[in-house]
């Protein structure tokens, strides 16, 4: 019998020339292909060439190199089979007993900008997970390796010879095989399916789903102490959202926190690349204020006075960065977490000395990416036994002076600039979500309530009870009024604009309300629900 053969094919040289040399010492042989044969002969290993192998030269510019029956059938044959071994030997083919492969780099080349169809598709490897599957289905008689990190661990047990532990570690490396192709054939998958087509329109819910996700971070727990949990990312494409962010200062992001940053970076992405700062300030996934200002400090003040108790151990995000001066009155209560698109050295030395404060900032310093959803811009939710599929919200910037205006009274020029961001303000507020505005400001808000005048009503306590006056604010809601209750809550306690929806079969009646009160009202034929 002869010495037992390795077949090594890498992308991703790390490591590689260090395990086969390890396996050459335990009297292994060698068999490589194109730039992984030329990585371990410049080690001064000896190698034999697939050509070698099977008797004919790689095709097609690499294309073909390993799609072979001598390759294939030494890789699958059964060695407890009689029949197998037998017709090996008629063939003159030698058993593989080890396949180390890992693939093209297809998800760093999508990942480039500009990449071109061409470009994308000549990195789809064919072989190497032909013979990654090979190896793994035959792993009761072959090693399948797909990830340098297992190098060691195969190594050191073919030198303890374990043959009671060998069987699972080979199972397991098997497992993580069809996890890998998996993973890569809907990368490919997720490619192709949000590529435009030839008529410009673009592919949508296909019957059958598929996601790769990578995890980004094992979580200390889920929501409570007694729930495990994990983060995971989008594994198509780059990182983007929340995994695109890094972590300057503090303890690990726990899951709600995950959940609050989440909330953070769909309340601030309307106000991103505008020309005003903005801060929004949020406590479990909603805000309890979110405000611009002619500073990030100034809407941070503006943002924290509409409900500073609510915000204690709060998430804050803001779209510029962050100053000393911000980050000191920042320091003077207790936040879980900051985001912005990065922060001066002096706000980093004060921010710091909070130790348990988590900062988070995007990679170079860019723009937060407040859209940051699945790569073909969809976003996904867990329900018990599946999962709902929806596109990705547009941020709400629907309000200007060409909106509808069904009540008698137009609003005022102050009163549009107000409209305008509590409609951009409410997206990120859950419902039934009420927002009371007033110089760029929410002054009070209600969420969360199972109905509207609810909201309402909530919203003007809780404007109240920070002595912030109602009077001459405007009002946002997320979905229509069905009544006209909320309207005349909001003119009793002095609303003067509203911006909502519209759609409700009593339009009618809510609109005659807002004329009975002298109130402006804006429909902007767009739902914001956020459940």
């Known amino acids: 019998m002869g010495k037992p053969i390795a077949l090594a094919s890498v992308s991703d040289k790390t490591g590689i020339a260090e395990f086969c040399a390890g396996l050459i010492a335990r009297g292994w042989g060698i068999v490589s292909t ?23 030269p790689e095709m097609l510019e ?93 190594l050191a047990a073919l030198d303890t010879g374990d043959s009671a532990r060998e069987p699972d570690l080979r199972r397991e490396l098997a497992a993580a095989v069809f996890r890998h192709t998996a993973s890569y054939d809907v990368t490919i998958t997720d490619y192709l399916s949000s590529a435009e087509s030839a008529d410009g329109s673009v592919f949508a819910f296909p019957d059958e789903a598929v996601a790769s996700l990578v995890r980004v971070q094992t979580l200390r727990y889920g929501e409570n102490p007694d729930q495990g949990a994990a983060f995971f990312r989008n594994g198509s494409g780059p990182p983007r959202g929340i995994p695109a962010l890094r972590q300057l200062h503090g303890k690990a992001l726990s899951f709600n926190n995950i959940l609050d940053v989440d909330g953070a970076l769909t309340a601030i992405a309307p106000f991103v690349a505008r020309e005003r700062p903005a ?4 406590k479990h996934s909603t805000p309890c204020g979110l405000a611009i200002g002619t500073t990030s400090l100034e809407a941070y003040e503006k943002a924290l006075a509409c409900d500073p108790v609510s915000a204690f151990g709060s998430v804050l995000a803001f779209t510029e960065p ?45 723009a937060l990416d407040a859209a940051g959803h699945l790569r073909n811009g969809v976003e996904i939710r867990g329900v018990r036994g599946g999962v709902l599929v929806q596109t990705a919200p547009r941020p709400a910037r629907d309000v200007d002076r060409e909106a509808r205006v069904p009540t008698e009274r137009a609003p005022a020029d102050a009163e549009w600039d107000d409209l ?84 409700s079969r009593r339009d ?11 109130m402006a009202m804006v429909f902007t034929g767009r739902r914001l629900f956020r459940h």
């Open 34 to 56: 194109g730039g992984t044969m030329k990585t371990l002969r410049e080690a001064g290993l000896e190698v034999r060439g697939v050509s070698e192998l099977t008797g004919h």
């Open 420 to 503: 305008a961001f509590a409609w951009s303000a409410i997206q990120s507020v859950k419902s039934n979500a009420i927002l009371l505005a007033r110089d760029g400001a929410s002054v009070g808000i209600g969420a969360g309530q199972m109905s509207r005048v609810d909201s309402v009503e909530l919203s003007i306590r809780k404007a109240r009870a920070q002595g912030l006056d109602v009077a001459g604010a405007v009002l946002s809601s997320d979905a229509f009024f069905p009544f006209r209750d909320g309207v005349d809550a909001a003119a009793e306690a002095g609303v003067t604009a509203i911006v909502q929806p519209g759609g």
């Open 279 to 282: 801060c929004a300030i949020l």
């Open 508 to 518: 009618e009646e809510v609109i005659a309300a807002a004329d009975e009160h002298d």
């Open 62 to 154: 690499g294309r073909v190199k390993t799609l072979h029956p001598t390759v294939h059938a030494g890789i699958l044959a059964r060695r407890p089979v009689a029949a197998d071994v037998a017709q090996l030997t008629a063939h003159g083919i030698a058993t593989i007993d080890l396949v180390v492969v890992n693939l093209y780099p297809f998800r760093e080349t999508i990942a480039r900008e500009g990449v071109q169809l061409g470009e994308a598709l000549e990195q789809i490897d064919i072989g190497g997970p032909t013979l990654l599957r090979a190896a793994a289905k035959n792993h009761p008689s072959v090693w399948p390796v797909c990830d340098p990190a297992d190098y060691e661990r195969v």
């Open 322 to 366: 962050v100053t000393r001066t911000l980050a000191e009155a920042l320091s003077r209560n207790f936040v879980e977490c900051v985001v912005a698109p990065g922060y001066s050295d002096g706000a980093l030395g004060v921010l710091r000395e909070k130790q348990n404060l988590r900062i988070l900032e995007p990679e170079g310093g860019a």
